[in-house]
């Protein structure tokens, strides 16, 4: 038997050979073994191995049936049914009119919202708003990604091809038209006005967790890059009232930012600038800067191009805030390379990427002191800080 101080000895790269190879032939024997029918029934049958046949059964039809799940979704945001359930419990008879639909269909739509948790049974034969359905009353934003899914949709119809590159993917890349843009810059009002609004419609969901997570009123300028419409940026401002704030976007995006910003009475605090931060220089004077939701819709040229640009425009001392979802969350893996992977092969540019590929290029654009700051539903936003130091402005 070893030593105590010989168990806590390194593995030297021949014990970790072996090692590998050991763990690979056991889950070889283990994928065999689960792949042959005859062990599939006798774990269904075996009290004791019982339930876990069952919940990877449930799993892999969820898989499944995932799609028909998110069009029982988009059923009930499109006919409201989440808002007139907020009015309260209600029967058959009294919501079929109202949703424009027939009893009997009326019927199969809330028993199928029932069984997904959007929507409860209640006494009388009544239905009420379930635990996922409460969330979606009021919620825009959340309710605009619902809707603008039918794009996503309809190029996944063929998921081989989209892989392939056999398909042109024109159904997102055309509702992100500065995606494929060879001159973002030059892309009209009208071909940026709808993903404009849905980005402005769920910043909501990341502002939130951003102003929770971090004090912008320590800070005398911001400059928000790739800031749309003006939603975080005025969220911030609500937070920071004595905080000066700029705004840098494509000409066509900036110009529907003033117009936004002066209906919320923001124009004097705001100096919104228009340009493509993928060749023009940033406005300087802020000491703080934003970047949300903009580095995983640009590849990884592109992506580094932005970060740098952010670092010329700051000063020696300056931060930098990136919020985004990121690969890897824990408790959201799907979310980063199932979802966003194929989003963004859809959209044509991007890719999802973890907290250290993005420390890895915030380092290489000249960042020091990267940091995460933990927000309260990493699912939809993490957030990570750096500073501009002295040495990478020499």
């Given at each position: 038997?070893?030593?105590?101080?010989?168990?806590?000895?390194?593995?030297?790269?021949?014990?970790?050979?072996?090692?590998?190879?050991?763990?690979?032939?056991?889950?070889?024997?283990?994928?065999?073994?689960?792949?042959?029918?005859?062990?599939?029934?006798?774990?269904?049958?075996?009290?004791?191995?019982?339930?876990?046949?069952?919940?990877?059964?449930?799993?892999?039809?969820?898989?499944?049936?995932?799609?028909?799940?998110?069009?029982?979704?988009?059923?009930?945001?499109?006919?409201?049914?989440?808002?007139?359930?907020?009015?309260?419990?209600?029967?058959?008879?009294?919501?079929?009119?109202?949703?424009?639909?027939?009893?009997?269909?009326?019927?199969?739509?809330?028993?199928?919202?029932?069984?997904?948790?959007?929507?409860?049974?209640?006494?009388?034969?009544?239905?009420?708003?379930?635990?996922?359905?409460?969330?979606?009353?009021?919620?825009?934003?959340?309710?605009?990604?619902?809707?603008?899914?039918?794009?996503?949709?309809?190029?996944?119809?063929?998921?081989?091809?989209?892989?392939?590159?056999?398909?042109?993917?024109?159904?997102?890349?055309?509702?992100?038209?500065?995606?494929?843009?060879?001159?973002?810059?030059?892309?009209?009002?009208?071909?940026?006005?709808?993903?404009?609004?849905?980005?402005?419609?769920?910043?909501?969901?990341?502002?939130?967790?951003?102003?929770?997570?971090?004090?912008?009123?320590?800070?005398?300028?911001?400059?928000?890059?790739?800031?749309?419409?003006?939603?975080?940026?005025?969220?911030?401002?609500?937070?920071?009232?004595?905080?000066?704030?700029?705004?840098?976007?494509?000409?066509?995006?900036?110009?529907?930012?003033?117009?936004?910003?002066?209906?919320?009475?923001?124009?004097?605090?705001?100096?919104?600038?228009?340009?493509?931060?993928?060749?023009?220089?940033?406005?300087?004077?802020?000491?703080?800067?934003?970047?949300?939701?903009?580095?995983?819709?640009?590849?990884?040229?592109?992506?580094?191009?932005?970060?740098?640009?952010?670092?010329?425009?700051?000063?020696?001392?300056?931060?930098?805030?990136?919020?985004?979802?990121?690969?890897?969350?824990?408790?959201?893996?799907?979310?980063?390379?199932?979802?966003?992977?194929?989003?963004?092969?859809?959209?044509?540019?991007?890719?999802?990427?973890?907290?250290?590929?993005?420390?890895?290029?915030?380092?290489?654009?000249?960042?020091g002191a990267v940091r995460e700051l933990p927000t309260a539903m990493?699912?939809?936003?993490?957030?990570?800080?750096?500073?501009?130091?002295?040495?990478?402005?020499?």
């Open positions: 038997m070893k030593s105590p101080q010989l168990l806590h000895e390194p593995v030297t790269p021949a014990d970790s050979s072996a090692l590998s190879t050991w763990r690979d032939r056991w889950l070889l024997w283990r994928d065999r073994l689960v792949a042959t029918p005859g062990f599939r029934r006798r774990a269904a049958a075996f009290v004791l191995t019982r339930p876990i046949a069952r919940r990877r059964s449930r799993e892999l039809f969820d898989l499944v049936a995932g799609f028909v799940y998110s069009q029982v979704l988009l059923a009930c945001v499109r006919l409201r049914v989440f808002e007139l359930l907020a009015e309260g419990p209600q029967q058959i008879s009294t919501l079929a009119p109202r949703l424009g639909l027939a009893p009997d269909a009326a019927l199969r739509l809330l028993e199928a919202a029932v069984s997904l948790r959007l929507v409860e049974r209640r006494a009388n034969d009544r239905f009420g708003l379930g635990p996922l359905g409460a969330p979606m009353v009021g919620n825009a934003g959340l309710a605009a990604m619902v809707e603008h899914h039918a794009a996503l949709y309809a190029d996944l119809r063929d998921p081989v091809a989209l892989l392939r590159g056999e398909t042109d993917g024109a159904a997102l890349a055309a509702y992100w038209p500065y995606a494929g843009a060879t001159l973002p810059a030059a892309v009209a009002d009208e071909r940026v006005a709808a993903y404009s609004a849905l980005m402005s419609a769920s910043q909501p969901l990341v502002a939130e967790q951003v102003l929770a997570a971090y004090d912008f009123g320590r800070h005398r300028c911001l400059l928000d890059v790739g800031g749309g419409e003006g939603a975080f940026i005025a969220s911030v401002a609500a937070q920071a009232p004595r905080l000066r704030l700029m705004l840098f976007d494509l000409p066509a995006v900036a110009a529907r930012a003033r117009s936004a910003l002066q209906r919320q009475g923001l124009q004097a605090r705001v100096e919104v600038h228009g340009g493509d931060f993928l060749s023009d220089a940033l406005p300087q004077g802020a000491d703080l800067a934003s970047l949300v939701r903009v580095i995983h819709d640009h590849d990884d040229a592109r992506a580094m191009a932005i970060l740098r640009a952010v670092h010329r425009a700051l000063p020696v001392g300056g931060t930098l805030l990136l919020a985004e979802p990121m690969a890897g969350t824990v408790g959201a893996e799907p979310m980063g390379a199932a979802y966003f992977g194929f989003y963004l092969l859809a959209m044509g540019r991007g890719r999802p990427r973890s907290q250290g590929e993005l420390r890895s290029m915030l380092h290489a654009a000249g960042f990493p699912l939809q936003t993490r957030l990570l800080q750096a500073r501009v130091n002295t040495a990478s402005k020499m």
